[in-house]
């Protein structure tokens, strides 16, 4: 059962432009919903971080939205810039009593000049 | 080390060999999982460690796979008789004390890539 739905698989966009991945969630208890970098050959980077009591956190050029009635959330990057290149994950847990995060599929995001 | 170091980078096995790979959590984190990552896919919860103790081991797929962490700190993930399936890269992620701000990142390493033939 996947419990973190992930959109899209893959994304190209234009330097300077905004990219935008999208995740669904079932799991009513998660309550901790973290963006994870990863450049090939590496293991995940924690970009940005999100708890239920905001609807919005923004850190640099990152930003993540959520919707907890909608149990969405959605991570935009604004200025992309080809550095940015990688795949991005989503994720999410229960911040007490069970610390393992379920984690999306994966978005390849490809910025080009 | 400044990161988490896991080792060996790449590891190729023949079907029915038993492997064992090695991570060394960043110093003093409480904290120790180990993740499966399939080629294309986000990363799957294997198992967790707070200290020695083993507290989740639910994401273990079969009984050849098997981890320790005995002093609460180096960690080994052992799979028996592997088969062409267990091909993926292993990620080991610490993480320090929850509560304490930034000690809650959970920062990963780069991964064991296992290729069983």
């Known amino acids: 059962q996947q419990q973190v739905k992930q959109s899209p698989q893959s994304l190209i966009v234009q330097k300077g432009g905004i990219s935008i991945i999208n995740c669904a969630y079932e799991n009513t208890a998660f309550d901790y919903f973290p963006w994870y970098q990863q450049f090939p050959g590496k293991g995940p980077a924690l970009l940005i971080a999100?708890?239920?009591?905001?609807s919005e956190k923004k850190e640099g050029r990152f930003t993540i939205s959520f919707n907890k009635s909608a149990k969405q959330f959605s991570l935009h990057i604004m200025d992309s810039q080809p550095g940015d290149s990688a795949t991005y994950f989503c994720?999410?847990?229960?911040?007490?009593?069970?610390?393992?995060?379920?984690f999306g599929t994966g978005t390849r995001l490809t910025i080009i000049p | 080390g400044a990161g988490v170091s896991q080792s060996p980078r790449y590891k190729v096995a023949k079907r029915g060999q038993d492997v064992a790979l090695r991570c060394d959590p960043i110093?003093?984190?409480?904290?120790l999982f180990w993740y499966q990552q399939a080629l294309g896919q986000g990363p799957e919860f294997l198992t967790y460690f707070q200290n020695e103790a083993q507290l989740d081991k639910s994401g273990l797929p079969s009984d050849r796979f098997f981890a320790e962490r005995p002093e609460g700190s180096v960690s080994t993930l052992k799979i028996q008789r592997t088969q062409q399936e267990d091909s993926a890269v292993y990620l080991c992620?610490?993480?320090?004390?929850?509560?304490?701000?930034?000690?809650?990142?959970?920062?990963f390493g780069s991964g064991t890539q296992l290729s069983v033939l």
């Open positions: 110093s003093g984190h409480v904290s």
């Open positions: 999100i708890r239920p009591d905001v």
């Open positions: 994720a999410a847990s229960m911040r007490v009593g069970n610390e393992k995060l379920t």
């Open positions: 992620a610490s993480r320090g004390e929850q509560g304490k701000g930034e000690n809650e990142k959970l920062f």
